[in-house]
């Protein structure tokens, strides 16, 4: 049994990953659901698709349930679907009791949070997360949409009740959604632990874990990003570190007009290109990055897209990055692997890592 709490300043909860972890709503939470005079499940459209029957069950735990479809993926952290789903609410009824359930990926779980923060200025939801990568976005209440100009550009701090696993859901999950979530576990290796991160490095299993580690993984990367918003739930300092491979990833997304690769292929180019940052500009043991992007290639990860695009194109976005400050970009770098830090990083520096990325990746 694998449960982790947040203990927040304002705010205490748990984050369940098990198999069967969605038995729990009708015993555990029953209190809780007992408090709310409607659920809102706001779902994908695969998800719904796949998983018709558990919303059935999800139904039945309260007399009034609403169930709202989004399209997949990024598609639906616009403004446009934000703005339906909050009519829906409406027309339907919900109140400041009303609870929602972000039953998806974490394109849906960063959607439902926005709006369970701003409908009536604010009301609670769960996380209910199908993908592997949202054993990071399902924790630590960051949520958003995002805007043409940039990634998540519109959004809030608003903490779930509750985040719960059931690690069968797994079961249905494409390949390339597991190499995406894998990006962000990794990434919580980097920024925590070298031993990890060579056991990750050294796994041929790596994109798709046998079964019985998952739980143990997952909650590994869920320790690492719980202790960080524990310390730093705003992101004034150390929440930083979270956003290894941001500011490069980031703009990847949105220069591809987000959806065309996914969020952990893009942080995995991102990190690649934060590890030469690191080795040219502070501390990181050279030869790292080289490391990392052949291990990346062999996992089957893309990188030849990002060539597709110029610096000055790129550039444009990494300054809408929210870690920039009074125009100046900040990035997260490691000093050694475990050790991040965050720089200031100039034009030309960014540009030199760029091309030299280039002749990593071609080379
Ligand atoms: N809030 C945070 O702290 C945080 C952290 C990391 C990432 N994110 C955000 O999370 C999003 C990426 O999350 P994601 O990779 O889960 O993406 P996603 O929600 O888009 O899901 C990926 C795809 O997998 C499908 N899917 C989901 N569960 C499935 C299942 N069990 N079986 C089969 N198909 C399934 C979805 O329909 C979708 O097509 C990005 O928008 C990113 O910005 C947020
Ligand atoms: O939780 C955090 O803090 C993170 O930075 C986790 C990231 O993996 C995640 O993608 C996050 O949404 C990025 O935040 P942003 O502030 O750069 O939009
Ligand atoms: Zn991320």
Not at 90 to 98: A, D, E, P, Y
Not at 100 to 125: E, H, K, S
């Amino acid at each position: 049994m694998g449960v982790l709490t947040i203990q927040l300043p304002n705010k205490t909860y748990d984050v369940v990953i098990e198999p069967n972890g969605y038995e729990r709503l009708a015993t555990e939470y029953a209190p809780l659901l007992k408090t709310t005079d409607r659920i809102g499940i706001i779902v994908d459209e695969t998800v719904h698709t796949l998983y018709s029957e558990q919303l059935k069950r999800f139904e039945q735990l309260h007399n009034e349930v609403h169930t709202f479809i989004v399209p997949k993926g990024e598609a639906c952290k616009t403004l446009d679907v934000y703005g339906r789903a909050q009519s829906f609410l409406l027309q339907k009824g919900f109140t400041r009791n009303s609870l929602l359930f972000a039953f998806g990926g974490g394109a849906v779980g960063d959607l439902t949070g926005f709006i369970a923060a701003t409908f009536m200025r604010g009301i609670r939801f769960i996380q209910l997360p199908t993908t592997v990568l949202a054993h990071d976005s399902a924790v630590g209440g960051k949520t958003a949409i995002n805007m043409p100009e940039g990634k998540n550009m519109v959004g809030a701090f608003h903490q779930p009740e509750a985040v719960i696993f059931d690690l069968n859901i797994f079961e249905t999950l494409p390949e390339r959604e597991w190499r995406s979530g894998m990006a962000e576990l990794i990434k919580h290796a980097y920024i925590s632990d070298a031993t990890w991160t060579e056991q990750l490095l050294q796994d041929e299993q790596f994109v798709q874990p046998a079964f019985d580690t998952l739980e143990e993984q997952l909650l590994k990367g869920v320790s690492v990003k719980a202790k960080i918003v524990e310390e730093d739930t705003f992101e004034h300092g150390s929440r930083k570190f979270l956003n290894f491979g941001h500011t490069f990833g980031h703009a990847i997304e949105a220069a591809t007009n987000f959806g065309t690769l996914s969020h952990g292929e893009c942080v995995m180019i991102g990190m690649a290109y934060a590890l030469l940052l690191s080795e040219k500009a502070s501390t990181l043991q050279q030869g790292e990055a080289k490391k990392f992007i052949q291990f990346a290639k062999q996992q089957g990860y893309l990188f030849d897209s990002i060539f597709e695009y110029s610096f000055e194109t790129l550039y444009q976005f990494m300054q809408k990055d929210k870690k920039a400050s009074f125009g100046t970009l900040h990035f997260v770098i490691l000093e050694k692997i475990g050790h991040p830090n965050v720089m200031t990083v100039d034009e030309s520096l960014c540009r030199e890592v760029f091309e030299e990325m280039r002749q990593l990746i071609e080379g």
